[in-house]
């Protein structure tokens, strides 16, 4: 019996319909240039990241401040109780919930390492250290790509609403695709030294201009190439 033919076409990746390069050049071309800087300790960017999971930067902030102040060591954390922790990050929502997984990522973490230092991991390969990450409690791969791009300086590439949303409308992902499969497409698209630019451009992007409910397409400077737009450029 022959073999059954492949169909190589079908096994192959659809390119994106805009360029990742020209994404990245329109767009620092208005909110550019971008440098990197980091914005905390990895422990401390992994506890604020699981405050912002449903609810905005804003009531994080408060929320993460309003812990840091009433149990301003993560030791003190891990000894109170689920309820003290609770009232303290009741600022970002869902505290009961985030309350427990916050305990039982300290805890993993202090059985695991003995310490709360986590900037070891930045010198892992990328794989390793998102692995070790998404194997505490409760942490899934935009939370361990935050920590890794942000305070780690990894080529991890984040995916959150904004920039799921914005990927979809420029045809970067399919319109199926969820913001955890969209993770390794995104890093597969985008090379490493690029990946923590066009994290900021495309946030930066989706909150500015590519918004959810109103898209300002007429100021879009990919308007003529988005295949979502409602406004063509001759």
């Known amino acids: 019996m022959s073999a059954r033919p492949t169909n190589r076409r079908s096994r192959r990746r659809k390119q994106p319909a805009v360029a990742i390069a020209l994404v990245q050049q329109r767009l620092s071309g208005i909110y550019g240039p971008v440098v990197w800087r980091p914005r905390m300790a990895a422990l401390d960017e992994l506890i604020f ?17 309003s812990l840091r102040k009433k149990l301003p060591t993560w030791g003190e954390v891990i000894e109170a109780d689920t309820v003290t922790v609770a009232n303290a990050i009741r600022h970002g929502g869902l505290a009961n919930q985030k309350s427990e ?24 390969p990328l794989e390793e250290t998102r692995q070790w990450f998404t194997s505490l409690p409760g942490v899934g791969p935009k939370t361990a790509a935050v920590v890794m791009a942000f305070s780690l300086k990894m080529p991890a590439f984040p995916v959150d609403t904004h920039i799921h949303r914005v990927s979809i409308r420029l045809g970067l992902i399919d319109q199926k695709t969820t913001a955890d499969q969209a993770h390794p497409i995104m890093e597969s698209l985008i090379p490493e030294d690029d990946r923590y630019n066009m994290h900021v451009l495309l946030i930066t992007h989706g909150r500015q201009i590519c918004k959810a409910r109103i898209p300002h397409c007429d100021t879009c400077p990919l308007t003529t190439e988005c295949p979502a737009s409602t406004t063509r450029r001759s």
């Open 101 to 124: 997984r916050i305990q039982k990522i300290l805890v993993e973490i202090l059985k695991r390492l003995g310490h709360f230092e986590l900037e070891f991991l930045a010198d892992l």
């Open 49 to 65: 990241t699981v405050l912002t999971q449903h609810t905005s930067d804003l009531n994080a902030e408060r929320a993460y401040d």
